[in-house]
C-alpha cells in the first residue's frame, strides 16, 4: 500500500464549479500535512498547509480527518489558472523529526471555459 | 531574490555512463533534499542533507546513486552506470532548517535525465 493514495483523476470542470480532492495517508503518527500544486513541466509549490481544525485560503479550503487518515482540498469558483496536478503530501515524522516528506502521486485538475 | 537553481536542465545520456546533477539552494537555507519523479509518479524522496551531513540516505534507490555537499550550499547527485530505469525529473529542494516540518521546502525546476 502506498504511503499517501490520491485518486489521480483527471477531475474536468467548468470554471465557476467547486471540486474537491481526497487522499489517504497510512502512516497514522504523521503530524504535519500541506498540498502542493505541479503545474506541468514545473517544479511543486506549497499551495498551503493542513491544520487540524482545517484551514482556509481564499478559494481554497483543507480539512484533515485524523481518525480515517484522510486529507482534503476543496477549490470553489474554479479558475482557468486552477488547472494543475495537485499533490497531496504528509509528513510521516511530524515536527518532531527532520523535514521529510512523502507525496502522493498527484491529481489532475482540468477546469475549462 | 534567487530561488533554488538546477543544472543541467536536461540531461542525456547512454547506459552505463556516470552523470552528474547540481543543485544551487537558496542562499541561507541550511537543508537540501533530493527527489525524483518518474513518468506520472509522485515524488520519490532520495537524501537530504543538513549542513554538510546526509543523516538520511534511506531513499536513495541503490548504490550506483551517491550525493555530496560542501560548504553547506551546493550539493551534486551522482548516477554511475546508468540505466534506463534511472529515467525521471530530478529535483532539488532547500528549506532554512530541515528540523521543522513546516519549513517550507522551495523546490527548484528539476533536471529532465533520458537514458538512452
Known amino acids: 500500500r502506498k504511503e499517501v493514495e490520491q485518486d489521480p483523476g483527471p477531475f474536468n470542470v467548468p470554471e465557476g464549479a467547486t471540486v474537491a480532492f481526497n487522499c489517504t495517508y497510512s502512516?497514522?503518527?504523521?503530524?504535519?500535512f500541506f498540498w502542493y500544486r505541479q503545474d506541468c513541466r514545473k517544479e511543486p509549490k506549497l499551495l498551503m498547509s493542513?491544520?487540524?481544525s482545517g484551514n482556509e485560503d481564499g478559494r481554497f479550503t483543507a480539512q484533515l480527518n485524523r481518525a480515517s487518515q484522510y486529507i482534503s482540498l476543496l477549490i470553489r469558483d474554479s479558475k482557468l489558472s486552477d488547472s494543475a496536478t495537485y499533490l497531496c503530501?504528509?509528513?510521516?515524522?511530524?515536527?518532531?523529526?527532520?523535514?521529510?516528506?512523502?507525496f502522493g502521486a498527484g491529481t489532475r485538475l482540468a477546469v475549462h471555459p | 531574490g534567487a530561488g533554488v537553481s538546477q543544472s543541467p536542465s536536461n540531461k542525456v545520456t547512454e547506459k552505463g555512463k556516470d552523470v552528474e546533477l547540481r543543485c544551487d539552494p537558496i542562499s541561507g537555507h541550511t537543508a537540501l533534499y533530493w527527489y525524483r519523479q518518474s513518468l506520472g509518479q509522485g515524488l520519490e524522496f532520495l537524501i537530504y542533507f543538513q549542513g554538510n551531513s546526509a543523516p538520511d540516505k534511506s531513499g536513495l534507490p541503490s548504490d550506483r546513486f551517491s550525493a555530496e555537499r560542501t560548504g553547506g550550499s551546493v550539493s551534486t547527485l551522482t548516477i554511475q552506470r546508468t540505466q534506463q530505469e534511472d529515467s525521471a525529473v530530478y529535483l532539488c529542494?532547500?528549506?532554512?532548517?530541515?528540523?521543522?516540518?513546516?519549513?517550507?521546502?522551495?523546490f527548484g525546476p528539476g533536471t529532465r535525465l533520458t537514458v538512452l
Open positions: 503530501v504528509v509528513n510521516p515524522l511530524g515536527s518532531g523529526g527532520y523535514n521529510k516528506l512523502i
Open positions: 529542494a532547500s528549506s532554512l532548517t530541515a528540523q521543522s516540518s513546516y519549513n517550507e521546502q522551495f
Open positions: 493542513v491544520y487540524s
Open positions: 502512516n497514522s503518527a504523521s503530524q504535519s
